[in-house]
């Protein structure tokens, strides 16, 4: 993480300018300095704030301290320091979803495939870097040489104020072929971007069965197993 917080950078006037400015960063809570990799620090030459963030960090706000200091001393009532406070948050991606089935219901219409899926968030709609919505892909799958399979890619963006926390998310597709493989990717996306993808498949038959039955065959990967 990069941020420019100090610009024209002066130790003080004319007579002053041989002295030397350094920069002090401080974190609070104090605590979230675990959150970092490399702390907080200020570069004097461009002022620019860098910090690296500790890998598997959630979402988190924190006020940083910034004093710049010169090398003049405060001897006969000089002043030798200049403080700022940034109340910054940082947002990680969220976490993979869960749970992905990719399936063809009971009494849907013909051609057609479920995505679900789940999330932890969902129950915190509210908590910072939490997902705001899904981006679902469902990409056909077509063997060497299989002439009855065209190159299927389908993209559907689902608001998280449109799942519900207990039985989570769903997105449908049509107009789909029969004795095709289709592969459902799902990411979860917050303020700093996508998460990890999780993947599932499923081979997609003729007429869905009537209620009470499935239509399914050859589910690949458990469940929200791949990510990547």
């Known amino acids: 993480v990069g941020e420019v917080v100090a610009r024209d950078v002066s130790p003080g006037p004319a007579d002053e300018a041989g002295q030397e400015v350094s920069f002090v960063v401080g974190v609070l809570p104090e605590h979230h300095l675990d959150y970092f990799e490399e702390a907080p620090a200020v570069d004097a030459a461009t002022g620019n704030l860098t910090m690296v963030i500790r890998s598997g960090t959630p979402s988190f706000t924190a ?8 090398s003049g001393g405060v001897a006969n009532g000089g002043a ?6 940034l ?18 219901p009971a009494g849907s219409a013909e051609g057609s495939l ?4 789940a999330h932890p968030d969902l129950g915190t709609p509210f908590a910072l870097g939490a997902a705001q919505s899904f981006t679902v892909a469902l990409a056909s799958r077509c063997g060497a040489g299989d002439a009855a399979c065209s190159a299927v890619e389908l993209i559907a ?20 072929a029969a004795g ?14 996508g998460s990890a993808a999780r993947e599932n498949w499923a ?3 003729g007429p869905p069965e009537p209620p009470g039955g499935t239509n399914v065959t050859q589910r690949g990967l458990l469940a929200g197993s791949s990510s990547g």
């Open 63 to 70: 006020t940083l301290t910034v004093t710049a200091l010169d």
């Open 80 to 85: 030798d320091s200049s403080a700022r406070a």
């Open 87 to 104: 109340n910054l948050s940082f947002i990680v991606p969220s976490g993979p979803v869960a749970a992905l089935v990719l399936s063809q």
């Open 114 to 117: 479920t995505v679900a899926w």
């Open 157 to 176: 963006e689902v608001a998280a104020g449109d799942c519900d926390a207990s039985s989570g998310c769903t997105a449908s597709f049509g107009g789909l």
């Open 180 to 193: 095709v493989r289709y592969v459902a990717t799902v990411r979860a996306v917050n303020e700093a971007g």
């Open 203 to 205: 081979l997609l038959l």
